[in-house]
C-alpha cells in the first residue's frame, strides 16, 4: 500500500532533550511537508521541502530542524531550543509544492515531561 | 492577510440527522479549497477538493458547495453516522509560488445516538 508512515505514534521527552521524528513515504512525492497541531488551532507549516538536498523554513521554524537526503524520507527534529513543544505533529506530501492531493501520515504525538 | 474562518466550532447532532458547516476565506488569488476529515488523534484525510469553476462536489454522504463570488464553502452532511464524528478542515490553497496551504482552525462534529 501506497502512503505516509510516521513514527513513533507516541513520543514523551525529557526537557533537553532532543527528539527526531520520521516520516517515510512510498508515493514518489516530490514535496513534503511538517505540521504542528494544536488545540483549538489551525496546522502550522514547520518546514517543507520541495526536493530532495532542499529545504524551506515555515511559520514556526524556530527550535526545529529537518533533513531531505531522500525522496522518501523527511525526518523532524524537536530540538531542545523549542520551548513549548508538546504538540500533534503531521507530516504530509503532495505530487510538488502546489500541485496534487496532499496526503498526510497519522501523525506523531510528542509530550514533554 | 490571507485567512480561512469555519463555523461553528463545534456542532452536536443525533444521528441521522443532517448538518451543514461552513468555510469563509480571505485568499487570494484563490487556486482550490479542500475540505478534509480528521479523526482523533488520526492524520486528516481528503473528503472534496474544488476548483474555481466548480460550484458543487459530492463524495458519498458529504457535498460541498463553492461560491467563489462571495469566497464562501460549506460541507452537507446527509443522514449522519456514529463514525462521522471527527473534526472537520477547510484548506484553500492560493495560487503563488512557494507553499500557499492555509487552514482554517476546523469544525468538532460530535454525532450521537
Known amino acids: 500500500d501506497g502512503g505516509i508512515t510516521q513514527s513513533p505514534k507516541y513520543l514523551f521527552r525529557k526537557e533537553g532533550q532532543n527528539v527526531t521524528l520520521s516520516c517515510e513515504q512510498n508515493l514518489n512525492h516530490d514535496a513534503m511537508y511538517w505540521y504542528r497541531q494544536d488545540p483549538g488551532q489551525g496546522l502550522r507549516l514547520i518546514y517543507y521541502s520541495q526536493i530532495v538536498n532542499d529545504f524551506q523554513k515555515g511559520d514556526i521554524a524556530e527550535g526545529y530542524s529537518v533533513s531531505r537526503e531522500k525522496k522518501e524520507s523527511f525526518p523532524l527534529t524537536v530540538t531542545s531550543a523549542q520551548k513549548n513543544p508538546t504538540a500533534f505533529y503531521l507530516c504530509a506530501s503532495r505530487w510538488a509544492v502546489n500541485t496534487g492531493e496532499l496526503f498526510f501520515g497519522e501523525g506523531s504525538r510528542l509530550t514533554v515531561l | 492577510k490571507n485567512q480561512v474562518e469555519q463555523s461553528p466550532q463545534s456542532l452536536i447532532i443525533l444521528e441521522g440527522k443532517n448538518c451543514t458547516l461552513q468555510c469563509n476565506y480571505t485568499v487570494s488569488p484563490f487556486s482550490n479549497l479542500r475540505w478534509y476529515k480528521q479523526d482523533t488523534g488520526r492524520g486528516p484525510v481528503s473528503l472534496t477538493i474544488?476548483?474555481?469553476?466548480?460550484n458543487t462536489k459530492s463524495n458519498g454522504r458529504y457535498t460541498a458547495t463553492l461560491d467563489a463570488d462571495t469566497k464562501q464553502s460549506s460541507l452537507h452532511i446527509t443522514a449522519s453516522q456514529l463514525s462521522d464524528s471527527a473534526s472537520y478542515i477547510c484548506v484553500v490553497s492560493a495560487n503563488q509560488a512557494g507553499t500557499a496551504l492555509i487552514f482554517g482552525k476546523g469544525t468538532t462534529l460530535s454525532v450521537s445516538s
Open positions: 474544488m476548483t474555481f469553476s466548480e
